[in-house]
C-alpha cells in the first residue's frame, strides 16, 4: 500500500462524500485521517488515503464523480511520516468584530513561543455592516497553556478581540 | 489480589447493560480488591468499572487522588450507583482503557451528586465536580454498556458550550 493526499473541491450540493469515497472504495483504496467540510458555498474534502496499485488508477476510479459533480481534484504521493504524538493540550478561542490580520496577528503570536497548530477552524458571520469573526485553534503549547495566556495578552488590545486560552486535558478512564 | 484483563472495543460484552449488586458478601468484596487493583494498574489509574472486566454487575471504582492529589474523596467503591442531581456542562477530551489510544471530546456535566452503596452494603452520597464528576459519570456510563465513542461531540461544539459565559 502507498500512500496519497487526496484534495476535492466542488460546489456544494449532496453526494460529493458519497461518490468520492463510493469510487475510492471500488478502487480498493482506504481511508485514513479526513476532514470534509462546506467553505463558503464550497465542499472540500482533505483525507489520506493508502493505495494498492498507482495512482492512475485511482484517478480513472475518481473520473465519473469528477465529471458528474464538476469537482477538482489533487491527488499527491505521500511518503508515510511517523505519527507526532502530541495531542493538543491548549484550545485557543478567538472572536471579534472582523477585520485583516487578526489570524496573522494570533498565530503570529503563537508561533514565536513554539506553538504548533494541530487545528484550526474559522468562520466568518455577522451582518455586511457587523462582520464577526471566529476562530478556534486546537494546538500543543511546549510550556504549557500558562506562556500562551501570557503570549496573547497584548494581543487583546492590539487586534481588539476576545481570546479565550482553555487547557485541554485529556483524561483516560 | 489481581489485575484482571480489561475488555477492549469491540468485545461486545461491553454494550451489556449491568445488574444491580443484591448480595454483599466477601465474594464481593474479593472482587472489589481486585478491581481496584486492577484499575490502578491500568494507563490512567484513576477509574474502573466491572463490566470492564468482563464482570456485568452496577460496580464503579473511582480514586483520581492520581491526577488531584488529596483535593478530592479519594476511593469510592460505588456499588448500585444513581446520579441523583447534577448540573452544568463541560466538553472535555476524554481516553478508555478499554478503547486503546483514541480519544475524543465529551460533554459532560460538571457537578453531580451521585448515591451509591460501599461494599458492605451501606448507603453512600458523594457530591463531585470537574474531573471527579467526569470520571464518575465515564465509569457509571460502563453499567449502561455505554462508551465515550456514544457520546462524542464534534469540535465545533466546544467554543459554544464552554462553560465560561459570564463575563
Known sequence: ?173 | MAVLSILTYPDPRLQRKAAPVSVFDDDLHHFVDDLTETMYAGPGGVGIAAPQVDRPQRIVIVDVRPKLGEDCHGLMVLINPELAAWEGMAVGREGCMSVPDFTGNVIRAERIRVQAQDASGRARSYECEGFEARAVQHEMDHLDGLLFLDRLVSRKIDLFRRKNYKK
Do not use: W
Not at chain 1, 458519497?18 to 485521517?33: E, K, N, R
Not at chain 1, 476510479?61 to 481534484?73: C, E, F, H, T
Not at chain 1, 458571520?125 to 476562530?135: D, H, I, K, Q, T
Not at chain 1, 487583546?156 to 487547557?167: A, N, S, W
Open chain 1, 1 to 173: 500500500m502507498s500512500q496519497a493526499l487526496l484534495t476535492v473541491i466542488g460546489e456544494d450540493r449532496p453526494g460529493i462524500v458519497a461518490a468520492v469515497t463510493q469510487a475510492l472504495f471500488t478502487a480498493d483504496c482506504s481511508i485514513g485521517d479526513a476532514s470534509m467540510m462546506r467553505l463558503g458555498g464550497y465542499f472540500t474534502i482533505m483525507q489520506v488515503i493508502d493505495y494498492p496499485r498507482d495512482l492512475g488508477s485511482v484517478e480513472m476510479a475518481l473520473d465519473p464523480a469528477i465529471k458528474r459533480l464538476n469537482l477538482r481534484v489533487h491527488l499527491d504521493p505521500i511518503s508515510s511520516v511517523a505519527l507526532t504524538a502530541d495531542l493538543p493540550n491548549t484550545r485557543v478561542t478567538v472572536y471579534g468584530a472582523d477585520h485583516p490580520g487578526i489570524v496573522a496577528g494570533v498565530t503570529g503570536v503563537l508561533a514565536a513561543i513554539g506553538f504548533n497548530v494541530i487545528d484550526l477552524e474559522s468562520e466568518s458571520s455577522g451582518s455586511a455592516e457587523r462582520p464577526l469573526y471566529v476562530m478556534v485553534i486546537q494546538g500543543y503549547a511546549p510550556e504549557g497553556v500558562e506562556s500562551v495566556r501570557k503570549a496573547v495578552v497584548p494581543l487583546r488590545e492590539r487586534e481588539g478581540v476576545e481570546i479565550g486560552v482553555h487547557p485541554i486535558e485529556t483524561a483516560v478512564f
